[in-house]
């Protein structure tokens, strides 16, 4: 029981929105396979602002997503959703992009998608 409840409360767990940073990463850090993993990506607004690259890589598995920005006009938060995860640990790295397609800030997380055995 102690198991799932410290499964339970690791998939709650979210990282805190500050002002100063321009890009943050918040998603689950432990999941069940097969994994729907849904990251939402929060962005501080700015007129220089053009697009958000996520990429979800592992050993096993590779996905790279972008969406693009309208500027200060873009909503704050973005969401990328990778279904059927298999088995492994993934780091999922955000790159926030200005309108000429040059890295302004960039953000990391790790997710760990474990067999229902495990």
Do not use: C, W
């Not at 709650?12 to 929105?17: D, N």
């Not at 918040?26 to 396979?33: E, F, G, N, Q």
């Not at 958000?52 to 590779?62: G, H, V």
Request: glycine share 6%; proline share 8%.
């Amino acid at each position: 029981m102690k198991r799932l409840n410290l499964l339970f409360g690791l998939f709650l767990v979210s990282l805190p929105v500050a002002a100063s940073q321009p890009l943050v990463v918040d998603a689950p850090t432990v999941m069940l396979a097969p994994g729907h993993l849904v990251v939402r990506v929060l962005v501080e607004p700015d007129p220089a602002n053009g697009a958000i690259q996520l990429t979800a890589d592992s050993p096993d598995f590779y996905r790279r997503s972008e969406i693009q920005l309208n500027g200060s006009a873009a909503p704050r938060s973005s969401t990328f959703e990778y279904d059927g995860l298999p088995r492994g640990t993934y780091e999922i790295h955000a790159v926030l992009l200005d309108k000429h397609g040059e890295p302004r800030a960039t953000a990391a997380q790790r997710v760990d998608v474990l067999s229902r055995g495990n």
